[in-house]
């Protein structure tokens, strides 16, 4: 077995957290799974990361978190679908001093990207990888020959009259009640736009909506194949995981 450390993946609705064994990937507990307080600001997200940290009894000194932002060295820098407090927050330092150990917080999407490189079906492939997590917005992951392009923001791309994720994600799905017919032909263009900018090898989707694929994957019009993300939406807590003990 290989060393268990607490991954975290803070999202719009849920605060999620496992213990991995981050030689394999495998999740060592259940998922523990938190509602995100409102209004989610630094301190009360951090009253329920502790909380996430006893219930799941972590005696380890390090800790990896997914963040719905942009995290460069550790500090938050926007706030789509957080609150505005949070940018210019030092993300490691808080999180380390509020718990008393050592915490690595990385973008989300780019968390779940490295846990599919690692550990997924797809692998470490040569060429470009686009992973894109469709929750409450859409955020992305780049690989180019398996190495990560941090803090890509392609949910944020302009696109129709807002941008990408005001357009299909899956809480755009869920609020305009979309079918899954729909749902994938919106999904279409977005990723056929992507398409043609990357010329991706694949496209891997994850979030809750990934364990749907076979719904609407007729609907999806592209020569890029398009997979669910191995780990599904555990991938953000695998990845944020995996990447704190590597870059402690
Ligand atoms: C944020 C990204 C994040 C994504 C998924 C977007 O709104 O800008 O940083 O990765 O949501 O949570």
Known sequence: MGKAILGIDIGGTG????IVDVKTGEMLTERAKLPTPPPALPSQVTQVVKTLV???DYKGNLIGF?????????????ASNIDNSWIGTDLNSMFSQ?????CIVINDADAAGIAELQFGEIGNVKGTVILLTLGTGIGSALFIDGK?????????LKFKESIAEKYTSNKVREVQDLSYKQFGVRLSKYLSH???????????LGGGVSKKLAKYQKELDLSTPVVAATKLNNAGII?????????K
Do not use: M, R, W
Not at 194 to 204: A, G, K, Q, T, W
């Open 54 to 56: 006893d219930q799941l």
């Open 239 to 247: 990845g944020a995981a995996y990447y704190a003990q590597e870059a």
């Open 15 to 18: 605060i999620k957290g496992a």
């Open 98 to 102: 509020a718990l008393g150990k050592q």
């Open 194 to 204: 992507l398409e043609h900018i990357f010329s991706p090898s694949y496209f891997i």
């Open 66 to 78: 997914g963040f719905p932002s942009i995290v460069k060295d550790g500090v938050c820098k926007t």
């Open 148 to 156: 990560l392009v941090p803090n890509t923001e392609f949910g944020h």
